[in-house]
């Protein structure tokens, strides 16, 4: 059965052209893919990531169970910060991409994709020694306010001191009067906040953010926006680019890896082994320099051989170029390497770019 975000009734409401996606009836789009883009990029944007899921570990030892199980480390971290990090199987794949947060020691919450939500606690809870985790994901809804209007948006309603809340770190307070965790983190390449509330209070705030940013500019934005938002920035998704047959390592997501983490992680001994030994293929970002967009699962070629395949592809918005990921030869993955990408059966040529895509 398709589940609904607390949203679901507003989303309607403005005209939101709705998709099945990871089980959850979500919006694709309200206007355009590309005014919603621009919204983000040039104003404020806002999105339902209602469906996320959010698993918590709590009571004495919640730290260290926590941190034995993602592949950063919250004991390098404060109170009030959040980390990216990956669960990763005993072969260096991942099993997701999570972000964790640190209340404090003795409570950790860690916020998975909605796709692999059942399956991430299910890991978890067969893993954890010590604090057994706890499926709040129930009891969070969760509003991405990005753009470079965001924090004058989220600061005209809320108490609490934005300046004081850096990347990756995040606060308790009230937002338009309902009780809030403000984190200031994103994935769209823009300053914003990612605003988690009780579902109850879920399309109060919502409004309250599209009345007061009427100013600013603010847009409501779907999956699509989201989607061109993040591959320009090389922001990898769980299923696209990265995934338990692919490595962190090739996914160039070994600085979310502590090797030396006291410890350890799964996962560690196979990627310090692939480290040593060295890699046989990474993911690239490119961009196509011929006619066509890339599109996921379209073949890359060298020399007429197929030697891999594009994860994520799409006309970028803002870099106003056919733009992709995939994963190939490490001989082909320095900045300047050519192959072609296989479109609608003609070859296309591309060339490797540095990344992020996107930049101010």
Request: hydrophobic share 40%; glycine share 12%; proline share 5%.
């Amino acid at each position: 059965m398709t589940r609904r975000t607390p949203l679901n009734d507003a989303h309607r409401a403005l005209g939101a052209r709705m998709v099945d996606f990871a089980g959850w009836d979500m919006p694709v789009q309200y206007s355009s893919v590309i005014a919603e883009h621009e919204a983000v990029r040039n104003a404020v944007g806002l999105f339902d990531v209602s469906h996320m899921g959010e698993i918590e570990f709590s009571g004495p030892g919640a730290l260290e169970t926590a941190n034995r199980l993602i592949t950063n480390d919250l004991s390098r971290c404060a109170d009030g910060q959040a980390l990216y990090a990956g669960l990763l199987n005993e072969q260096g794949g991942f099993v997701d991409d999570v972000v964790a947060y640190r209340f404090s020691p003795e409570r950790i919450l860690i916020v998975v994709n909605a796709s692999n939500k059942d399956k991430d606690f299910a890991w978890m809870l067969a893993r954890a020694e010590g604090v057994k985790p706890v499926d709040r994901s129930d009891d969070y809804a969760q509003i991405a306010v990005q753009g470079p209007k965001a924090a004058a948006l989220v600061q005209r309603l809320t108490p609490v001191d934005l300046t004081k809340i850096g990347t990756y770190r995040f606060a308790e307070g009230p937002v338009a009067g309902h009780a809030c965790i403000v984190s200031r983190t994103g994935y769209t390449g823009e300053d914003g906040f990612e605003l988690y509330c009780a579902p109850g209070d879920a399309e109060a705030l919502w409004k309250a953010l599209l009345q007061e940013g009427q100013a600013d500019g603010v847009k409501p934005c779907g999956l699509g926006a989201r989607d061109s938002l993040r591959t320009e920035m090389k922001f990898a998704l769980y299923g696209n680019d990265i995934d338990d047959a692919h490595t962190a390592l090739e996914a160039g997501l070994g600085w979310i890896c502590k090797l030396d983490k006291a410890g350890g992680f799964i996962g560690r001994d196979a990627l310090a082994k692939q480290k040593a030994e060295g890699l046989q293929r990474k993911l690239v970002g490119f961009e196509v320099t011929g006619s066509g967009i890339p599109r996921h699962g379209y073949p890359l070629l060298k020399d007429g051989q197929r030697v891999g395949e594009v994860t994520s592809g799409t006309q970028g918005p803002s870099v106003k170029k056919p733009i992709g990921m995939g994963y190939v030869p490490v001989e082909l993955s320095t900045e300047g390497s050519t192959f072609d990408v296989e479109i609608r059966g003609r070859a296309v040529p591309a060339v490797v770019v540095k990344t992020p895509f996107w930049k101010k």
